[in-house]
Each structure stands twice: as C-alpha cells, then as structure tokens.
C-alpha cells in the first residue's frame, strides 16, 4: 500500500504532514516573490546541510522537474545564516537549494564552526539519491542532469575547487576569485592556484561588490584568465557583503536567478539579462558587466 501524505496549510503554505509535525522548518520572509512559495528546513537524511525548496512539492514531476543548486557560505561558516533571505527567494523560482551546513536557528544563535569542499559534493550526492529512492518526496522530481554550484567568499572558492566534477552545468561565484599570492588567504580556505581556472568547463556567473569589495581584484582577475568557457561578471557598488541579507535577497539574489533560471531551466526571458549587444543588465544603473565567450 502506498504511504499516504496528508499535507496541512500553515500560515498559507502548504506543507507535508512529516515536515510540520517535526516542526524542522522555518518560514524566510513572506516565502520568496517566485512561483513556488519557498521554506527553509532540514531533511532527516541529510542533517548536515539546510534545504531551501517550494512548500509544496505537489507542482514538480516528470514535466517540471526542480534543478538543484548546492550553496557554499562566506568564511567557510558551517551554516547558511547570512544567506537565508537569498537563497530562499532563488528557491522560490522553482529550485532545490542544498546549502552547507546546519539550519540556523530562530532565536539568531549563529553557527561559526568550518565547513569544506566536500560538502558541496556531499549535496549532490544527496539530490541525485533522493531523486531514484522512491520513499523520497523528491522522487523523480529532481533534474539531476541540471545542477549548479555557487558560493559568497570562501564559499566561492568552494565553488571552484569541486567545479570540475563532470555533473555540474553552471557556477555562481560571489564576492570571491583565486588567489594569487596564497599567502594572504585565511586559514582553511580552498588552496587552488589561478592555473585552476583551465580546468572549468561550464558556464560562469561572477557577481562582485565593486572596487570597494575585498574580492574584487580576485574576481576581475579570474574573469580575465578565463577564456575557454563562457563567463560574466557582474560588479555592483555594494562591497564585500553583497545584497543577501536584503529583502528577498537584494539584487545579487535578482540576477541570480535570471542566470539558474537561463542555465539550469533554459529560460529565454532570463538569457536576455545576459545576452545580446548590449545584454539586458547592461541596462541597469546599478550593475556594471563584462562578458565573454557569449552571445
């Protein structure tokens, strides 16, 4: 006999009976401005990440299936709390979010203990898994053919050190680029030199903070080496700390999502932020963008 799930309304999402009565999830914000009203929880089977997904699962299967994005944090933090109104507004569009570390708590008690590369890969493992186990509310609703890797800081170079697993479409690097002089990185952050970037084979999104951002010179130099894969960067004058904490994520969470909904969905509306001559984010007062390899 197939298990029966009993769905509830709570504050106007829908959510399963097996989320609610384990109370393991938290409403961001208003749920996101996408399609899919988002939330912020836990799943059983993989405690050592936080999921960000739509409330309701209902919606994705076979024809609308949800790609998954794996999130690293800034200073290789070991939980998403600087993140969350960012990553749950790109949920919101109808994507499964696997970010490192444990779920920050409600009270504001902030996670500080170290996360690694690794966990990056141990998301998608999760995903891919979830995807063919048919006791999973993720079954068969998960594109695993469509998977990005994106990262703020340390998170970044997270990012780029696992970039070259064969499973990813796209990265997302933020507020982030390699060293040069690896002497001047903190402790713990990923150690690649710039020979690394030969090794990219996907698209790449830089989204920087501007000259004012610590990363800056780090980015604009990546962006610069790199010359075999498309790449865009993106500089808006905000610094080091980007627009996360923002409602709804600010504007880095904006263009995000135009470039997972372009990558990993094939939207022809969000490609046009990117491309063409000029490209729609051209257009911005805020942004400033370069790009290469690109239509």
């Known amino acids: 006999?197939?298990?029966?799930?009993?769905?509830?309304?709570?504050?106007g999402f829908l959510i399963s009976s097996s989320v609610a009565q384990e109370k393991n999830f938290r409403v961001i914000e208003d749920g996101g401005t996408g399609k899919y009203s988002a939330i912020m929880m836990t799943e059983p089977s993989l405690q050592t990440h936080t999921i960000f997904r739509p409330a309701d699962l209902s919606s994705f299967g076979r024809k609308n299936k949800l790609p998954v994005i794996a999130w690293g944090n800034g200073a290789c933090i070991n939980s998403p709390w600087e993140h969350v109104n960012f990553l749950n507004e790109v949920a919101s569009h109808g994507f499964l979010v696997v970010a490192i570390g444990i779920m920050p708590r409600e009270d504001g008690e902030r996670e500080r203990g170290r996360s690694e590369s690794k966990q990056l890969l141990d998301a998608i493992?999760?995903?891919?898994?979830?995807?063919?186990?048919?006791?999973?509310?993720?079954?068969?609703?998960?594109?695993?053919?469509?998977i990005a890797v994106s990262g703020m800081s340390c998170g970044g170079l997270q990012t780029l050190e696992v970039a070259t697993d064969p499973r990813i479409s796209t990265i997302v690097v933020c507020n982030s680029g390699l060293f040069e002089?690896?002497?001047?990185?903190?402790?713990?952050?990923?150690?690649?030199?710039?020979?690394?970037?030969?090794?990219?084979?996907?698209?790449?999104?830089?989204l920087l903070g501007g000259k004012s951002d610590i990363a800056y010179e780090n980015g604009m130099d990546d962006y610069r080496r790199i010359n075999h894969v498309p790449v865009f960067v993106a500089n808006m004058d905000v610094g080091h700390g980007g627009?996360?904490?923002q409602p709804h994520g600010g504007e880095f969470a904006r263009v995000a999502t135009y470039w997972y909904k372009w990558q990993l969905k094939k939207d022809r509306k969000a490609a046009k932020m990117f491309t063409g001559k000029p490209c729609?984010?051209?257009?911005?007062?805020?942004?400033?963008?370069?790009?290469?390899?690109?239509?």
């Open 1 to 11: 006999m197939k298990k029966t799930i009993l769905l509830l309304i709570i504050s």
């Open 125 to 146: 493992d999760w995903a891919i898994a979830q995807n063919t186990d048919s006791n999973s509310p993720y079954y068969q609703k998960i594109d695993t053919k469509k």
């Open 181 to 206: 002089n690896r002497t001047g990185r903190m402790p713990g952050m990923p150690q690649m030199g710039k020979e690394h970037l030969q090794k990219l084979h996907t698209p790449a999104l830089y």
């Open 243 to 245: 627009t996360y904490s």
């Open 280 to 295: 729609g984010l051209s257009k911005s007062e805020v942004w400033t963008v370069e790009k290469k390899n690109m239509p």
